[in-house]
């Protein structure tokens, strides 16, 4: 089986290739594959990593493609199961040249909100070492809510180590008061919990880092909170009070957004894996956010070892 495992929803995604056109007037796409968690996966494996997937996507042209990709980036696909009554989950994004993209999605109904609790049990978790779990899955349907706390309770009671982002999604969820409400839930049942600074924000009320890692410290399972700073790097703080700030990495101009949180999870999560210290954990997410916002496409950017390695030689830096 695999060292990290990861729930979530794959998407087919036609990516403009028009800088600062709106949606509604662009002519010329190009297609890649989305998702965050997948994302996260893929970096994993490129680490050295192996990984596996849980999904479901539709018996359609997008299915098809999504699983041939998935294949090609050497992400285990045992958990991914085709569905012949809904479509695969699909997208619109905007191309720009500063901030973040727009997206449109295509989703409602799609064949990973019908993935059901019962896939769940027969998942292994024998050899799984990690896992991460996002805020995204959840809000596609209560089916697919199921499915991840279902995943989550396993997780728990096996003791497996688990990351959890955020990664807020409002117009995937019911109501604004039910994301929070179950997102800083959610967080509780992780032992490192990711948030962004904005979504402290959105979350708990607040923009400074030490509140916003006091607020998830008080999750039941929570040993460490890590919050992401944007180019100032990311604030650790532990259950036993120690509090740090990494330094992030100056990059001269940013392509594009999309990629960079997940590519600091995955940058936490294999250095863990690796018996790195947590300090060297967060340098290893700046370092992997830093190098995917300088490309397009959702996952570009994440580095191999070698090209780790090469980076940090770059910036004169290294991990203890």
């Known amino acids: ?73 050497k992400v285990g696909t045992d958990y ?17 040249t500063k901030g973040d993209p727009a997206t449109f999605n295509f989703r409602k109904n799609s064949a990973a909100s019908h993935l059901t609790p019962e896939v769940i049990d027969q998942v292994d978790l024998s050899d799984v070492k990690f896992a991460h779990m996002s805020g995204i899955f959840p809000a596609i349907s209560d089916t697919a809510e199921a499915s991840f706390r279902k995943l989550y309770k396993r997780l728990n009671d096996a003791n497996i180590p688990t990351t959890f982002d955020p990664n807020l999604r409002p117009t995937l969820w019911k109501s604004k008061e ?30 400074d880092p030490e509140a916003v890692a006091d607020f998830y410290l008080k999750g039941a399972r929570t040993k460490t909170v890590i919050v992401k700073v944007g180019p100032a790097g990311a604030f ?26 997940d590519g600091f999870a995955l940058g936490v999560i294999t250095a863990l894996l690796e018996g790195k210290s947590m300090k060297s954990a967060a340098l290893r997410g700046n370092a992997v956010g830093a190098l995917q916002v300088q490309t397009l496409g959702d996952n570009d950017g994440y580095p191999d070892h070698d090209g780790l390695a090469a980076f940090y030689a770059k910036e004169g830096v290294s991990e203890d």
Do not use: C
């Not at 699983?67 to 090609?72: E, L």
């Not at 992780?190 to 009320?205: F, H, Q, R, S, T």
């Open 178 to 207: 039910y994301m929070i409400k179950t997102i800083n839930e959610l967080a509780g049942y992780a032992d490192i919990v990711l948030p962004g600074i904005e979504e402290g924000k959105i979350l708990m009320g607040s923009d």
């Open 1 to 73: 089986m695999s060292e990290v495992i990861t729930i979530g929803e794959p998407l087919t995604t036609f990516a403009s290739s028009e800088p600062d056109v709106p949606l509604v007037d662009v002519e010329k796409w190009h297609k890649i594959m989305g998702g965050a968690e997948l994302n996260v996966a893929i970096g994993v494996q490129r680490l050295g990593h192996s990984t596996q997937y849980i999904s479901r996507v539709g018996e359609d042209p997008f299915g098809e493609y999504i699983i041939k990709t998935i294949n090609s980036h």
């Open 80 to 96: 991914i199961s085709s569905d012949p009554d809904y479509f695969t989950g699909h997208q619109l994004k905007a191309l720009v």
């Open 236 to 261: 650790v703080k532990n259950k036993d009070g120690e509090s740090y700030t990494v330094k992030g990495f100056k990059v001269d101009k940013v392509v594009d957004t999309v990629g960079a949180g």
